[in-house]
């Protein structure tokens, strides 16, 4: 079963750091483009960041360049955000998500439950 | 950026009946390659989102034939032919054309 599980979220204060973790399994993970999407408490969805399979690529919004960190490790099926600098508008959940296939311009076909992060002092 | 805009924001459907959601880019999602990277999902109550539509109008592995998705360029429509209760939720569309990847504002669908 294709499956990503995310972890890591929890309460940071402002200014702290946080590091999320996906788990992929049920396929080949190297194979296709990773990325990030968050959603604020009641609010729409916001992407945050794409790596691509082999992680030549990486992109990522706007408010989250220079504090945010994607990355991967093949080997352990794993997918990375690295949070520095976090904000109260930081605060949301973040789901893990699957693209197409090695593009950029994939569909997000599978995604994780997601992971709360809440930033607050 | 690409600014992604759902109408309605809200829309409340009796069962049986048919939906409608438009979503509009402010700029085409044509790419060079002949493909129009516009996607629809379902955000169902206390679920991660879900992919409906691929590419327009390509719905993705699993999804009813009662959703179809239609458009070109700037302009595109999401239909439920005949709507479920299991349809509730909130419906974005999303463009992968350029970075920032951006989402609509989301169309909150409701069974009256």
């Known amino acids: 079963e294709v499956q990503l599980v995310e972890s890591g979220g929890g309460l940071v204060k402002p200014g702290g750091s946080l590091r999320l973790s996906c788990a992929a399994s049920?396929?080949?993970?190297?194979?296709?483009?990773m990325n990030w999407v968050r959603q604020a408490p009641g609010k729409g969805l916001e992407w945050v960041s794409s790596i691509s399979g082999n992680s030549t690529y990486k992109f990522y919004a706007d408010s989250m360049k220079g504090r945010f960190t994607i990355s991967r490790d093949n080997v352990k099926n794993s997918l990375y955000l690295q949070m520095n600098s976090l904000r109260a508008e930081d605060t949301a959940v973040y789901y893990c998500?699957?693209?197409?296939?090695?593009?950029?311009?994939?569909?997000?076909?599978?995604w994780g439950q997601g992971t709360m992060v809440t930033v607050s002092s | 950026d690409i600014v992604m805009t759902q109408t309605p924001l809200s829309l409340s459907v009796t069962p049986g009946q048919p939906a409608s959601i438009s979503c509009k880019s402010s700029?085409?999602?044509?790419?060079?390659?002949?493909?129009?990277?516009l996607y629809w999902y379902l955000q169902k109550p206390g679920q991660p989102p879900q992919l409906l539509i691929y590419e327009v109008s390509n719905r993705f592995s699993g999804v009813p034939d009662r959703f179809s998705g239609s458009g070109s360029g700037t302009d595109f429509t999401l239909k439920i032919s005949r709507v479920e209760a299991e349809d509730v939720g909130i419906y974005y569309c999303?463009?992968?054309?350029?970075?920032?990847?951006?989402f609509g504002g989301g169309t909150k669908v409701q069974i009256k």
């Open positions: 999303m463009q992968t054309i350029q970075v920032p990847l951006t």
């Open positions: 049920g396929f080949t993970f190297s194979s296709y483009t």
């Open positions: 700029q085409s999602l044509l790419h060079s390659g002949g493909k129009t990277f």
């Open positions: 998500a699957r693209a197409g296939g090695v593009g950029l311009n994939r569909a997000f076909e599978i």
